[in-house]
């Protein structure tokens, strides 16, 4: 039954009548008046002064106070995003919307601001030991950069992303170490394991949506036990041994290679120099011969002595020392011509050969001879050189 239907004659169903006596509904202003007294009871007001100062005074402080407090409500609202960050608006603690950077407004106890850094790359690290395909054990370590590019979905899509990153990279880096045999993970192998497991760790975090993307990986250190250590530090030394000598090698390839071709290229431009040189000089001859044949057919006694005095010429020329035979007599005569030069016309005596019977040669004895063919000496004023 409602409070206002009429029962009793209508007179027990009003709940502002209690005793049979109308009290009305309660006055605002009593109830001001009686927090006004508690007020000033407690900040110790005179409680002489009349009701309508209570009132009156009451109702400022109270005006005052929300006034305030609104002030103080609206202030507390204001907040700044930075450049870097993305902010996620949160009403009554559901999603609301994202804000970008600068200073923005919001009620404060309704909103919650959530800033989110969508630029810095972060770093995350796992280790641990691993077996491999061929059952050895290894300790590897494993860093990977990632950065937020969607920061709502890297709030909300999972209940913690960095740490389901992180398992995610530790799952994937396990499976493809187990894939592998120990020689490639600790040696050459290094970077077909890093490209994998990135490819795998790329396929495994797709489905979750957590807002991160990947911006590379980096395979850090690879140890075998510390029981077998030092061997696998022989066995890597080796290895770098190897690809070192390799290096050199094809170094020092490139660096002979282009000077044998300079080399070949010399020689070939040589030889071909050689043999115009050679063929230019065989023109010559022949041609010098055909001017020569018609002189020898005229004269050929002459043409005979001419070519063997020039020849002699061409060959006492490159010697500095002649031996001259005496006819009708066993002296040999040596004239030292390079001692000759040297002491720049200083006329010295021949010196004998000491196995000639004689050792006194007379330079001025009539019976020197004469070097020249008898035929040369008789033409000699009739043809000279030619």
């Not at 209690?18 to 007001?45: A, C, M, T």
């Not at 993305?86 to 923005?104: C, K």
């Not at 230019?280 to 011969?289: D, I, P, S, Y």
């Not at 021949?350 to 020197?368: E, G, K």
């Amino acid at each position: 039954m409602a409070w206002n239907e009429p029962g009793k004659n209508g007179k027990d169903n009003d709940p502002w009548k209690q005793g049979g006596r109308d009290q009305g509904p309660p006055d605002l202003d009593e109830v001001f008046r009686n927090l006004s007294k508690k007020f000033g009871g407690i900040f110790g007001g005179n409680k002489n002064t009349s009701n309508s100062s209570n009132n009156s005074g009451a109702s400022a402080a109270l005006i005052l106070i929300l006034v305030v407090a609104l002030l103080v409500w609206a202030f507390s609202g204001f907040y700044t995003i930075k450049e870097s960050e993305r902010g996620l608006i949160l009403r009554f603690g559901q999603y609301h919307s994202e804000v970008m950077p600068g200073i923005h407004w919001k009620p404060t106890f309704i909103d919650t601001v959530t800033p989110v850094d969508i630029t810095s790359v972060r770093s995350l690290r796992t280790d641990g030991f691993m077996l491999t395909q061929d059952q050895n054990l290894v300790r590897v370590t494993f860093e990977i950069q990632y950065r937020v590019f969607d920061a709502r979905a890297y709030k909300f899509s999972v209940v913690d992303a960095d740490s389901s990153l992180r398992e995610a990279t530790d799952a994937a880096l396990r499976y493809v170490v187990g894939h592998s045999i120990m020689d490639d993970v600790l040696t050459k192998g290094r970077e077909v394991i890093r490209q994998n497991t990135r490819t795998e760790l790329e396929q495994i975090i797709s489905p979750y949506a957590m807002g991160l993307q990947l911006v590379d990986v980096n395979f850090r250190d690879a140890r075998p036990p510390e029981e077998v250590k030092e061997a696998f530090d022989d066995a890597i030394a080796a290895q770098e041994d190897e690809q070192r000598y390799i290096r050199e090698a094809e170094a020092y390839a490139r660096e002979i290679e282009p000077r044998a071709r300079g080399q070949v290229n010399r020689m070939m431009q040589e030889a071909e120099a050689y043999k115009q040189q050679i063929l230019l000089k065989a023109q010559g001859e022949v041609a010098r011969f055909e001017k020569l044949l018609p002189e020898y057919l005229a004269a050929p006694q002459v043409t005979r002595d001419r070519m063997y005095l020039e020849t002699m010429e061409q060959v006492y020329r490159n010697s500095s020392k002649v031996l001259v035979d005496v006819k009708n007599g066993n002296n040999i005569m040596y004239l030292p011509l390079d001692k000759m030069i040297n002491n720049s016309g200083d006329a010295k005596a021949p010196v004998m050969n000491p196995l000639a019977p004689s050792s006194r040669t007379n330079t001025n004895d009539s019976r020197t001879p004469d070097l020249r063919p008898e035929t040369s000496r008789a033409d000699s004023t009739r043809t000279g050189r030619g």
